[in-house]
């Protein structure tokens, strides 16, 4: 004898029959909720890129890469020194903060994974320093480095960059070494391999990916930092010779440009905004080309 | 092929032993998983064990090569001598025992390289000088992969069916001439036909190498082993081994209630 297992309600045994109206309903009108959700979600970004672009746009030029500031007023200039100093400043920062950040979280991931006494302690300092305040870092790195060589450099900015990107390098490198599945692990230490030799022959090769995302994560928002660079870094009208003096930026150029009442300037100011910008984007775009995932 | 021939031909009738197993004990942490093992595996054979879930099989594979405590904190109490010599002295080098016996896991776990470097992999790490194309060949060959691979050994192995890719794994693991071979249920992530290529494939190694197998699958365990071992939990849940012996009397004449049990499919 066969017992129903229907439910009680009334349930069409059409196919092609439509939902209860109350359910139909509610369907449409979450899907159609978030869709609107998202959509206003994502007018910021696209606002912020398209004004950048439409404003900056009118006045890149070559000029911008080959000329110093001109003072207001005075048509023509440019800010190569800016962009050098940027791409100086963001080079040290990088040097200094991959090598400690990335091999802090190799140890994190890989190593200290039985003693989760060290990887809480660990993990708070880098959530810690993750959300001291831009400015704070700038303090800080003033505090040691240029008070201690009395003088504004660009070394101090890209200290003050590097305390930035640390936390940010920590902790993507350790999420993308736990992103790699355990069996690897097992796999190389089975056939006799040791865990230096797992970590750096299988493991960090297969997490390559995810670690260079952060770490262009980690260049982008240091290329783009204000704050931190206005105690150590300063500013310069002048092209880098030494790299123990004040350094001009793209970030602090905009800050200095877009605050004054001069409107040649402050279209200077939007097409740093979009050099800084495209910079960020190539950066990225570059490096996930070359490190793209092979296998 | 000849001198492999040869080779298994010298094996004396009267079975080596690889593994000495007295009085071993298990513990996770404070847990104890499994409880008084004591047997022999013999050497050049194939032994397979099997038991319901959770008898504590799969761990007892994993202090054959000390992969467990890679995993996770584990205390192993008794003994256990590879060929004569006990595996948990303090002084005995992990890489090395590992290098003798080779481990294949449940899901293939081919590295993200190319076929050529998964094979070379092993041997690199032991800073081997040599020809590596030959090792490859060699290896790739004895695993029964080559035909279907000496074309494209340099494109990724991830590209391989999983049937391909658990093979690729026991020729990595060949690679490196272990002694013994430890399977962890190497079919149970693979088809019927991919199933079949591996006990074949068992089946040509056996003169060779130490196999044990872990399989949840009787009929499999019937077909390639000559020896077995049945391990169950006691009332508090620990793991036991409840009989070994040839395949044939586990089947066939069981001494212990519980293996008939579990080989008439009465209860796991």
Sequence with gaps: MTTSLRPEQPVSDDLTSPLEPGRALF????????????????????????????????????????????PAGTPGGGFGNAIQGTLLMVGIAALISVPFGVLSGIFLSEYARDDRGIIEVIRFGVNVLAGVPSIVIGVFAYGVVVLSTKTFSAYAGGFALAILMLPIIVRTTEEALKLVPWELRLGSLGLGADRFNTTARVIVPAALPGIITGVMLAVSRAAGETAPLLFTALFSQYWIDKVGQPTASLAVLIFNYATTPYADLQRKAWGASLLLLILVLAISIISRYVFRRRF | MSSEQLQADQVPTKAVTAYKVRNMAFFYGTKKALDNISVDLPAKSVTAIIGPSGCGKST???????????????????????????????????????????????????????????????????????????????????????????????????????????????????????????????????????????????????????????????????????????FNTDESRIGQLVENGPTKEIFFSPKDKRTEDYISGRFG
């Design chain 1, 27 to 70: 369907t449409t009108s979450m899907t159609t909720l978030s869709v609107v959700f998202t959509f206003f979600a994502i007018i910021p970004l696209f606002s912020v890129l398209i004004y950048v672009l439409i404003q900056g746009f009118t006045s890149l030029s070559p000029d911008i890469f080959t000329k110093l500031p001109a």
């Design chain 2, 60 to 230: 007892f594979i994993k202090a054959l090569n000390r992969i467990a405590e890679a995993e996770t904190k584990v205390r192993i109490d008794g003994q256990i001598e590879l060929f004569g010599q006990n595996i948990y002295d303090p002084k005995v080098n992990i890489t090395r025992l590992r290098r003798r016996v080779g481990m294949v896991f449940q899901r293939p776990n081919p590295f993200p390289m190319t076929i050529y470097d998964n094979i070379t992999y092993g041997p690199r790490v032991f800073g081997f000088k040599g020809n590596y194309d030959e090792i490859v060949e060699t290896s790739l060959r004895r695993a029964a992969l080559w035909n279907e691979v000496k074309d494209k050994v340099k494109t990724s192995a991830l590209g391989l069916s999983g049937g391909q890719q658990q093979r690729l794994c026991i020729a990595r693991s060949l690679a490196v001439n272990p002694d013994v071979l430890l399977m962890d249920e190497p079919c149970s992530a693979l088809d019927p036909i991919a199933t079949l290529r591996i006990e074949e494939l068992i089946e040509t190694l056996r003169d060779q190498f130490t196999i044990i197998i872990v399989t949840h699958n009787m009929q499999q365990a019937g077909r390639v082993s000559q020896n077995t071992l049945f």
